[in-house]
């Protein structure tokens, strides 16, 4: 048809990052929730620690009016969103490394960028269902009080969104540590345990000794509990915290920047080559 009417066939567009991130993004909610034993082992595992050291805890937390249940919840709520993004995208990219699936993906159109969208993106659809799961037993069974204002609800939303997007980020970068698929797991487990005994999830902050505030300090999960905490607990709480107030101006910068320094960490360590030997 082109040659009789003397015009070339006009190239075909190459579809647009963002169209293909989208399409991957259903494919990846897809897999994830076809895997029962991975949506219910990473949506267990922070709601049995929250029954357990619920059950465990009680009364008021050290020098506060605060029940310590309430400070647990708001904790745990960050470890949480930690699992369902990075150790849940770290082990599921070792996995698909292994597997072959990197390989093929690589020989699509698609690129990192798309990949790294979608990936987010069904971290976030995850990390808000477990949100709402937690939610909703720290308010059935341990009398968590829900923001009161809008300006708590807005502080709420922002700590989440950001933690999302830090934490999917990191897992992505942080997949290239594993060597294999079935050493994922605990190459994985290891910084997430670790930094939930210092970051003040199931203790008072600054109840713990002063160099692992120092340590804990320096990546998120720290920050993402204390943004939860100012969301959900009275301002007199702010005492407690090792400022003496909520930071939320500090909070949103550290937040933010761990945001920008995980996906230039993906960009750095995700290889396409890699999956290809």
Same mark, same amino acid.
Request: net charge positive.
């Given at each position: 048809? +082109?040659?009789r009417?003397?015009l070339r066939p006009?190239?075909?567009?190459?579809?647009s990052i +963002?169209?293909? #991130?989208?399409a991957?993004a259903? @494919?990846e909610?897809?897999?994830? !929730? =076809?895997?029962?034993q991975?949506?219910?082992?990473?949506f267990?595992?922070?709601? *049995?620690?929250l029954?357990?050291?619920g *059950?465990?805890y009680?009364?008021d937390?050290?020098? %506060?009016?605060?029940p310590m &249940?309430?400070v647990?919840? #708001?904790?745990i @709520?960050a470890?949480?969103i930690?699992?369902?993004?990075? $150790?849940s995208?770290a082990v599921?990219?070792?996995?698909?490394r292994?597997d072959?699936t990197? =390989?093929?993906?690589?020989a699509?159109?698609?690129?990192?960028a $798309?990949? !790294?969208?979608? &990936?987010?993106?069904q #971290?976030f659809?995850t990390?808000?269902?477990e %949100?709402v *799961?937690?939610l909703?037993v720290? *308010?059935?069974?341990?009398?968590l009080h829900?923001?009161?204002?809008?300006a708590r609800?807005?502080?709420?939303?922002?700590?989440?969104v950001?933690?999302?997007v830090?934490? $999917?980020?990191?897992g992505i970068?942080?997949s290239r540590? #594993?060597?294999?698929?079935?050493?994922?797991?605990?190459?994985v487990q290891?910084?997430?345990?670790?930094?939930q005994?210092?970051?003040g999830?199931?203790?008072?902050? %600054?109840?713990?000794? +002063?160099?692992?505030?120092?340590?804990a300090g320096c990546?998120?999960?720290k920050?993402m509990?204390?943004?939860? =905490?100012?969301?959900?607990?009275?301002?007199?709480?702010?005492?407690s915290?090792?400022?003496g107030s909520?930071?939320?101006?500090?909070?949103?910068?550290i937040?933010?920047?761990w945001?920008?320094?995980?996906?230039?960490?993906?960009?750095t360590?995700f290889?396409?080559? =890699?999956a &290809? &030997?």
């Amino acid at each position: 048809m +082109g040659d009789r009417s003397g015009l070339r066939p006009r190239p075909q567009r190459m579809p647009s990052i +963002g169209r293909v #991130a989208v399409a991957r993004a259903g @494919i990846e909610l897809k897999c994830y !929730f =076809r895997n029962r034993q991975a949506v219910i082992f990473t949506f267990a595992l922070p709601l *049995v620690l929250l029954l357990i050291f619920g *059950v465990i805890y009680s009364g008021d937390a050290p020098g %506060t009016h605060t029940p310590m &249940k309430q400070v647990l919840i #708001a904790g745990i @709520i960050a470890s949480g969103i930690m699992s369902t993004t990075f $150790s849940s995208l770290a082990v599921a990219i070792a996995i698909e490394r292994d597997d072959g699936t990197l =390989r093929r993906l690589a020989a699509t159109p698609m690129s990192p960028a $798309s990949y !790294f969208l979608a &990936k987010v993106a069904q #971290a976030f659809v995850t990390g808000v269902l477990e %949100t709402v *799961v937690l939610l909703t037993v720290g *308010v059935g069974l341990f009398g968590l009080h829900l923001p009161n204002t809008a300006a708590r609800w807005f502080t709420f939303a922002w700590v989440v969104v950001l933690s999302i997007v830090a934490c $999917s980020f990191l897992g992505i970068a942080y997949s290239r540590v #594993a060597p294999n698929a079935r050493a994922a797991a605990p190459v994985v487990q290891l910084p997430y345990l670790a930094l939930q005994l210092v970051s003040g999830v199931f203790f008072v902050f %600054t109840s713990l000794p +002063g160099f692992m505030q120092v340590v804990a300090g320096c990546f998120p999960l720290k920050w993402m509990a204390q943004g939860l =905490r100012s969301a959900f607990l009275s301002d007199s709480f702010q005492r407690s915290e090792a400022a003496g107030s909520w930071e939320h101006g500090r909070t949103a910068l550290i937040l933010g920047g761990w945001c920008v320094a995980g996906l230039l960490l993906s960009l750095t360590a995700f290889k396409w080559e =890699r999956a &290809k &030997k």
